[in-house]
């Protein structure tokens, strides 16, 4: 998986990822990368003082962790600037080709052996003394853990963006998020009614819809997450739809491709006609609307020199604690329960995968490690040293 800071349309091959490594610096590109959307959000929020402000001391918090994981950098440890945090496995949707559904990393059930609140805000402390800068809450649904989310806003060097259906907004949450401007919230959309109903439920465009204009009548920054299919590329491609998200507030956009965790999944998944026009479209629309900021998941590879998963530039702690290369590829083979962030990092299932050539293989989806699941499973099944 990889982050995409700068659009390119073209698909990358092993050969070409190679040749990038041999001299690619990835501190480097990673802290352009953070020092770009950082700029790209002050620039998006000048007409809003109060949101400037603290984007502008977040600028000063954020140098500040690059000099952090330069430092390690030199000494010969690498830090990524992101985190995914699914902190829990609850979620009162079951949408259409859902990959934490599929992958049992969310359920029906009540949840069992979760991390606490507390966990969470010492795993929030390690990332904030390593130099991480982004703490992506996700879940299920995150914002059925409010208590996390509290515990979240108090990081105020820190910016959380909480990936939600938007179902749980209420005058409490637009409160907090009033209150600490380091939590935004980032709720996922499809396009229109008609394909977000579809996929998410009847009624839940409006919900959303509703929420975007409360949180701009508050003044408060919000974004969108657009799960990118076959089915709706075009659309959520258009200027009607970003027209749409501009004009009701929206700051951020983030395109996601949608990767196939079953057979009957597979044709959700968008192929390179899809993703070369994606790439070329965000590529324009930074240039040509920088009201909002706009980010892909996977993204291009070719730029950041291969997969940025398993602590590259990100990684993944489930719900239980488990450290994982990335939501699509849930295989664990420690958890931060038992051990520190920075031990997480240097699990041997990601330092194998970050010494292997495993994230520069080519692949035909989104995520390589979920297309080469069985090669990770071979990592993660040798003995440990």
């Not at 390593?130 to 703490?135: A, K, R, T, V």
């Not at 396009?191 to 701009?216: P, S």
């Not at 590329?233 to 200027?239: F, L, P």
């Not at 031990?343 to 299932?349: G, K, M, V």
Request: proline share 5%.
């Amino acid at each position: 998986m990889s982050l995409s800071l700068q659009g390119s349309p073209k698909r990358p091959r092993q050969k070409e990822l190679i040749a990038v490594t041999e001299s690619f610096d990835l501190q480097n590109y990673l802290i352009k990368g953070v020092e770009g959307v950082v700029s790209e959000a002050i620039r998006a929020t000048l007409k809003d003082p109060k949101e400037s402000a603290f984007m502008l001391r977040f600028a000063r918090a954020s140098r500040s962790a690059s000099k952090k994981r330069r430092i390690a950098e030199d000494r010969g440890e690498h830090i990524p600037p992101f985190l995914i945090a699914s902190i829990t496995s609850s979620c009162n949707l079951h949408c259409a080709g859902c990959y934490s559904r599929c992958n049992n990393a969310t359920v029906d059930a009540e949840p069992v052996k979760q991390l606490t609140g507390q966990e969470w805000l010492r795993i929030f402390d390690e990332a904030d003394e390593l130099g991480i800068s982004f703490i992506l809450l996700a879940g299920g649904e995150p914002m059925l853990r409010r208590d996390i989310i509290e515990a979240a806003g108090k990081k105020q060097d820190l910016l959380f963006p909480i990936f939600t259906n938007g179902t749980f907004m209420n005058e409490n949450y637009f409160r907090l998020f009033d209150k600490c401007r380091n939590l935004i919230p980032i709720m996922s959309i499809e396009g229109g009614r008609e394909i977000t109903d579809r996929r998410r439920g009847e009624g839940i465009y409006d919900k959303v819809d509703a929420n975007m204009d409360q949180l701009k009548s508050r003044g408060l920054i919000f974004g969108a997450s657009v799960t990118v299919t076959s089915q709706n590329c075009a659309e959520v491609c258009s200027e009607e739809f970003l027209d749409r998200l501009s004009g009701k507030g929206c700051k951020a956009v983030i395109f996601v491709e949608y990767v196939p965790v079953t057979e009957e999944s597979r044709d959700l998944a968008p192929g390179e006609p899809e993703r070369a026009h994606l790439m070329q479209r965000i590529a324009q629309l930074r240039q040509e609307r920088p009201e909002m900021v706009y980010i892909a998941f996977p993204g291009d590879e070719k730029s950041s020199g291969g997969c940025v998963a398993a602590g590259r530039g990100f990684f993944h702690i489930n719900s239980h604690g488990g450290a994982e290369p990335c939501p699509f590829s849930p295989y664990s083979d420690i958890n931060v329960r038992d051990t520190s962030l920075r031990e997480a990092i240097r699990s041997p299932l990601f330092t194998a995968l970050r010494s292997g050539d495993l994230l520069l293989d080519d692949h035909e989806g989104g995520c390589v490690l979920y297309e080469k699941r069985e090669l990770v499973e071979a990592l993660l099944a040798q003995p440990k040293s």
